[in-house]
Structure formats: C-alpha cells, structure tokens
C-alpha cells in the first residue's frame, strides 16, 4: 500500500528482494524442523484438517463441544492436499502446512521494512532485519496456530494504519483486521480499541470504510461456518461459554495477572529494558502499535489460563515498534556524537545479537520439547511399516505425540498413559515406549529404534492384529476423560 510522498519509494527494489529473501530462508529453516510449540498445533489444527480431507482425525473436547471453527483447518487443508498429491506416503502433509504459514509470516517483515522506509532507508534496514531474524518471530513463524495467523494479520494491517489511508485502502486493512478475530476472537477488543482511536484522530469519515472491511473478513468467516454445516460464528459462542462461563479452560492452568510480563522478562533476561525502551521510542512513531500491544497483554492477562502463545500478536507488535526505534536511537548517537553511522550500528547490532543469543535457546528448547523428535521419526516410521495394523504410544500423554494427520493409516491408535492398565498387545504390532515401560509389551515385541538420549524407543512385533475394541483407543480415552 503506497504512501503519497512516502519515503518508501526511495528503498530499491533490490533491497526489499533481499530482506525478504532473508526472512524467508530463516523462516523455512524453522519450518523444517521437528518442533512443536503446543500440542493445539497437532490435535487442534493439523487433525482437524486431516479431518475434513479424509472424515477421521484425532477428536478433542473443543471440536466436540462445537468450540472451533473450519475455517484455519480449511485452510491448513490446501497445502496437506498439495503435499499429499507429491508425496501420497510421506510425511509432507506435516511439513507444507508449515511451509505455508512460513511464508505467510513475511507480512510482519514487509510491515517492518515499510514502516522504516517512511523514515529513511537506513531505518528500513534496521526495522527490516530485526524483523526478519528476532527470535520470537522466526520461530513461531511456521507454526500452524491460530494466535500465529491472526499476528500476521493484524499486526501489518495496524501498523499500515496512516492518516493518509484512502477508503479503498481501508476497507482492505479492516478485512485483514476482521480476518484476524476470525481466527482468533479474543484480539477483537484490542483491535476495535486501535480502530476506534484511528477514527477519533482522523475523523468520522474513515468510519465506514473501516466498518466495511471489517464485515467482509467477518463474512468470510461466516461463510466458512455455513459450509461447515453450523450458524455462523456459533462456535464463538460455545467458546466462550465453556472457556469463560464454564472456566474450563482453567483445568489447565492458571496464572497471576502479570504472568505475561514474567515470561517476557524471563524470555529476554538483561535485556528486557533495553527492548523496552527502543519500543518507547517507535511508538511515537507508531503509538497504535503500543496500543495494540498494550491492550491485547492487559485483556489477555484478565483471563486466568495463560499462555505466551496468546500474546504473540502483542510480540509481534513490539518487535516491530522496537524495529523503528532502534533506527531513530541510531540516529540520536550519530547526532550526539559526531561520528558517522558506523558507529551506532556497531553498538545496536552487539546489542541486539546479544538479546537474540538469550532468547534463541529457550524457545528452542521449548519446541524441542512439547512433542518430541523421537515422536515425529516413530509415526514416519510406522507409517512405512508394511502390515500396520495398529499402534500404540505407552507411558506418555496423548498430547506428547502426533496423530493420523502424520501416520495417514485408518488404523486403531492406542493410549496408555502412566495411570492406565496395560493395552491388549493384540490389537496393535508398533508402539513408542517412553523408557521404563516396555515391560508393558508382551514378549512378542522387539525393539527396533531407540532416540539417540534413549528416553524412548519403537517397539514392533510379526503377524497382524485382532479386531476388538480399547477403552484405550485414542477418541475413546479421550471422551472418557473429557480431553
């Protein structure tokens, strides 16, 4: 979106092609590899795109409950069909989806580089690349969870928000805006807060436009609904009355109201203030953005079940205001001390590589660690097994492996978790065993693969399977224990 007298138009096209290019090759490395930051990823969104291309998934209670809509699995579904079609028994179905959002998040990196070329080219280079390679962003980036999709959308369609907007312009952010509570309903206070302060600065006339986009993400949403056999946005409802009246969603934790100011201080250590500040001074640039930022943490952190995942529309925000700071802080050393701009990047580049170098493992760890890359190689690998019949996970919770949109085998998949009795060896021939458990396994078994830490091993036996039913088979476990 062009700006009349925009300093944009003084950053070569060569420039944008190579930030670009750069934020996509960091972006596509993450999407590659075996990471997991929440099992919703997995059994939420993956599954439930499975679920529409093929009529079987794993089930969990908010699609029981009628508490998601089919619009984000809908679309993880278009790239799990491609991959199907190259690949009909490889483990693409995983991979592309992420690709896909890999991509997608190079809105918040093209956000960043035009919200620094207004000011300089100097200033695209540094929102541009911060952008491009602060941690937070490139690690979530390829994951496919709603919060992600809506901070892709949201966060750019904000930050494009200037006076000058013509209506046609606006009508165009308000759709990405509207898009983005589709997807993730709970940012649509902070979204209107930011729209209707647009509106007071700008005056009425920019009212409608807005309302118009808005409708028209909306509706796109609703649409999704009336395919999808259901009211439109009747799962919004069922969300909230079971997340908020019913307080379900506190069975899995819950935090103080500055647990999210916490874990951004964990998260970026030292160098919390220093971050801090650069974002201060963006957002005099850019103060709908700290709006933004500010009133999706405080809505958020009303809400007793937290997670960081929730606030990375408000990360993602930051980052971008800390981006332009950082770019006028270049600036005011220059001017202080005399020297040219050698000098202030030296010192921000060393401060910034040093905040990433903090940040960087933790979340890495993180991903590595919610489901792990053993889970990933036994589900390719059982995948491969000529004669599966079924397959069970023992000595581990449900959430802690994949599903049938990895396996892509209508075969019983079997739980057995630490508390429960042991599974009929009968009704499967492959099983990943967390170590301590394969005592669990009749005498049939072998092991076959071991994760390199030895914390698990794959587990497979000749011949076939018996029919019958598990109360361990996996929708089954989890009905009974309202999972």
Known sequence: MPDGGAAASAVPRRDWM????????????????????????????????FRLLHGYSVVTWEYRDGMRGDLYPA???LPMRLAE??????????WLPRTMMAILSLSIVAAAGWMGARVSRMHFWVAGLIAACWPDLVIFA????????????????????????????????????????????????ALALVLLLYVWRTGWQSLWPLVAGGLIGLAIGGVSDIAGGHWPFEWMVHNVERNIVDNVSARYGVSGPFQYL??????????????????????RRYPLLLMLAIANIALHSAIGHKEYRFIILSVSAMILLAGVGTGDAIDWIRRRTGRGTLFPVAIVTVVWVAAAAQTTPTLYHYGRATVTPFAGEAFDLARARPGLCGI??????????????????????????????????????????????AAQLSPDFRVTRCASDGGACVFERPGGCRAGHSPGEINTYLIRRGM
Do not use: C
Request: glycine share 4%; proline share 8%; net charge positive.
């Open 85 to 94: 079609w190259i690949a009909p028994d490889g483990s693409l179905t995983i």
């Open 75 to 77: 679309l993880l579904a």
């Open 262 to 283: 916490i874990d951004m201080a964990k998260l970026w250590g030292f160098w919390t203030l220093p971050l801090l500040l650069v974002i201060a001074i963006g957002a």
């Open 18 to 49: 190579a930030l670009l290019l750069l934020a996509l090759v960091l972006r596509l490395v993450a999407a590659w590899q075996e990471s997991v930051l929440h099992p919703d990823e997995v059994f939420q969104y993956l599954e439930g795109a």
């Open 392 to 437: 069970a996970v023992i000595g581990y919770p449900f959430s802690r492996a994949h599903g049938y949109a990895r396996l892509q085998r209508r075969v019983p998949m079997l739980l057995q978790t630490p508390r429960d009795p042991r599974l009929d060896a009968a009704l499967f021939n492959f099983a990943l065993v967390k170590k301590g458990y």
């Open 142 to 189: 390829p994951h496919p969870l709603t919060e992600q999709m809506a901070a892709l959308l949201a966060a750019p369609a904000i930050a494009l928000l200037s006076p000058e907007r013509s209506a046609r312009q606006l009508v165009a952010i308000a759709a990405a805006v509207g898009l983005a509570v589709v997807f993730r309903p709970h940012v649509a206070p």
